[in-house]
Antibody, heavy 120, light 110 residues
Framework: EVQLLESGGGLVQPGGSLRVSCAASGFTFSSYAMTWVRQAPGKGLEWVSTINNSGGRTYYADSVKGRFTISRDNSKNTLYLQMNSLRSEDTALYYC?????????????WGQGTLVTVSS | QSALTQPASVSGSPGQSITISCTGTSSDVGGYNYVSWYQQHPGKAPKLIIYDVSNRPSAASNRFSGSKSGNTASLTISGLQAEDEADYYCISYKGGSGYVFGTGTKVTVL
């Protein structure tokens, strides 16, 4: 059974940093691209970042470029999102999602999310 | 990166068909056949229901169908059921810039 378990969310002050993780199981993690999607309270979905299966290619939304870094450790089956220079508008539930293996934004499994709150 | 435009809400009676539009530009929806649709019930993670404009995953109901014309993609739900009441989001590939979601549509079953 495919499982994605996010962790590391919490309360952080504006300008601070936080790293969230996503532990994957039930599939060959190193074979699939992975993505972070966030959802601010009561708002819609926003694509944040994607990393290819090897970790050699990364993509970011303009809203986080230069502040967030996506990475993965295929030996630990874990996806990461390092978030620096956090702003109040980064407050959201952060989901990790597995891509199905074809081109395009096709995410077949999602975690339940980890909540990041940026506030003083 | 401007979000794709969706109607805020769509409603229909049980058994009816409804269509949700998703309008972008030639740089996203119109430029690639990589548009997907997600269903999200309150408090739950999104679920993939259509990918590559019109393909349906095996776990998705065959009452969902997708299409595209120019810069606008569409999701049709036929034989509307109470369980279809949820939020729906489109998302498109933007070439080297990654992906962009739509603004989301709340479907209400009357």
């Amino acid at each position: 059974e495919v499982q994605l378990l996010e962790s590391g969310g919490g309360l952080v002050q504006p300008g601070g940093s936080l790293r969230v993780s996503c532990a994957a199981s039930g599939f060959t993690f190193s074979s699939y691209a992975m993505t972070w999607v966030r959802q601010a309270p009561g708002k819609g979905l926003e694509w944040v970042s994607t990393i290819n299966n090897s970790g050699g290619r990364t993509y970011y939304a303009d809203s986080v470029k230069g502040r967030f870094t996506i990475s993965r450790d295929n030996s630990k089956n874990t996806l990461y999102l390092q978030m620096n220079s956090l702003r109040s508008e980064d407050t959201a539930l952060y989901y990790c999602a597995k891509e199905i293996g074809t081109m395009g934004p096709n995410f077949d499994y999602w975690g339940q999310g980890t909540l990041v709150t940026v506030s003083s | 990166q401007s979000a794709l435009t969706q109607p805020a809400s769509v409603s229909g009676s049980p058994g009816q068909s409804i269509t949700i539009s998703c309008t972008g530009t030639s740089s996203d929806v119109g430029g690639y056949n990589y548009v997907s649709w997600y269903q999200q019930h309150p408090g739950k993670a999104p679920k993939l229901i259509i990918y590559d404009v019109s393909n349906r995953p095996s776990a998705a109901s065959n009452r969902f169908s997708g299409s595209k014309s120019g810069n606008t993609a569409s999701l049709t739900i036929s034989g509307l059921q109470a369980e279809d009441e949820a939020d729906y989001y489109c998302i498109s590939y933007k070439g080297g810039s990654g992906y962009v979601f739509g603004t989301g549509t709340k479907v209400t079953v009357l």
